[in-house]
């Protein structure tokens, strides 16, 4: 049976795991400060709570972390197979495209802003945070630790969102947008790119991703913001 445990050092209150948890094993503490873990005993160690909790403060053990290779693209023919039906797909208009990219540009924003009036100046760490989490989500990555492989099969994943090119020299990378894709989102509300605080996330966010597929952790730097994004992943520590 799984255990879970929450370190109350690092719960911020915000109730994500009471409210995804699908068998409400979490309740509120009565004064709303923290979860706590009322009916442990109703766990079915589907690990929502783990991968939702925006501190990492929850733990769950006895259960196995399965990386989520159903996820692979490459795999989608064999998923096919296993279902018995064919994948769904959908003709995309240009307007649909362009409804599309408004309505996620005005969330990104509106998400940004809610950050950081929510968590302060601790924004940049939930950014990271949010790279370390989606990192579950990409397991090809893990086939090769190694810098130059994960930078090549990240290029692969984000093309046609985040098209970057990379160089690496002595372990440092320097990676170049040309430009960012949220630099329209991003000069749209009227922000500057660069400094931003949806750009500051998401350069946390590729800290957090390269940390966790290389197994050592990352700085980011940009070194330059506009027609084209510089950043520089170097290792610390």
Same mark, same amino acid.
């Given at each position: 049976?799984?255990?879970?445990?929450?370190?109350?050092?690092g719960?911020?209150?915000?109730s994500?795991?009471?409210?995804?948890?699908?068998?409400?094993?979490?309740?509120?503490?009565?004064?709303?400060?923290?979860?706590?873990v009322a #009916?442990?005993?109703d =766990?079915i160690g589907c690990l929502?709570?783990?991968?939702? =909790?925006?501190? #990492?403060?929850i733990?769950?053990?006895?259960v196995?972390?399965?990386?989520?290779?159903?996820?692979?693209?490459?795999?989608?023919a064999v998923?096919?197979?296993?279902?018995q #039906?064919?994948?769904e797909r959908i003709?995309i208009?240009?307007?649909?495209?362009?409804?599309?990219?408004?309505?996620?540009?005005?969330?990104?924003v509106?998400?940004a802003?809610?950050?950081?009036?929510t968590? $302060? #100046?601790g924004?940049?760490?939930?950014?990271?945070?949010?790279?370390?989490?989606?990192?579950?989500?990409?397991?090809?990555?893990?086939?090769?630790?190694?810098?130059?492989?994960?930078?090549?099969?990240?290029?692969?994943?984000?093309?046609?969102?985040?098209?970057?090119?990379?160089?690496?020299?002595? $372990?440092?990378?320097r990676?170049?947008?040309k430009p960012?894709?949220?630099?329209?989102?991003?000069?749209?509300?009227?922000?500057?790119? $660069?400094?931003?605080v949806?750009?500051?996330?998401?350069?946390?966010?590729?800290?957090?991703?390269?940390?966790?597929?290389v197994?050592?952790?990352?700085?980011?730097?940009?070194?330059?913001?506009g027609?084209?994004?510089h950043?520089?992943?170097?290792?610390s $520590?």
């Open positions: 049976m799984a255990s879970i445990e929450i370190a109350e050092a719960c911020r209150g915000c994500l795991c009471v409210d995804t948890c699908p068998v409400h094993v979490f309740d509120t503490s009565p004064d709303g400060a923290l979860a706590v #009916r442990d005993g =766990c929502a709570c783990f991968y939702v =909790c925006p501190s #990492r403060c733990e769950v053990t006895d196995v972390h399965e990386k989520p290779y159903h996820r692979i693209e490459e795999h989608s998923v096919e197979k296993f279902l #039906r064919p994948g003709e208009t240009a307007q649909d495209w362009e409804e599309a990219r408004h309505d996620v540009s005005r969330c990104l509106g998400l802003d809610t950050i950081e009036s968590i $302060g #100046r924004y940049k760490t939930l950014g990271r945070q949010s790279g370390v989490l989606a990192a579950a989500h990409l397991p090809e990555m893990y086939e090769d630790p190694g810098l130059e492989k994960v930078l090549a099969a990240l290029q692969k994943r984000f093309r046609n969102c985040f098209d970057f090119d990379y160089e690496i020299s002595e $372990g440092q990378a990676l170049t947008f960012c894709g949220l630099c329209r989102v991003v000069e749209e509300s009227g922000q500057k790119v $660069g400094e931003a949806l750009c500051h996330l998401f350069h946390e966010y590729w800290a957090g991703l390269v940390t966790t597929f197994g050592k952790k990352h700085q980011c730097r940009v070194t330059e913001a027609a084209e994004c950043m520089e992943l170097t290792t $520590g």
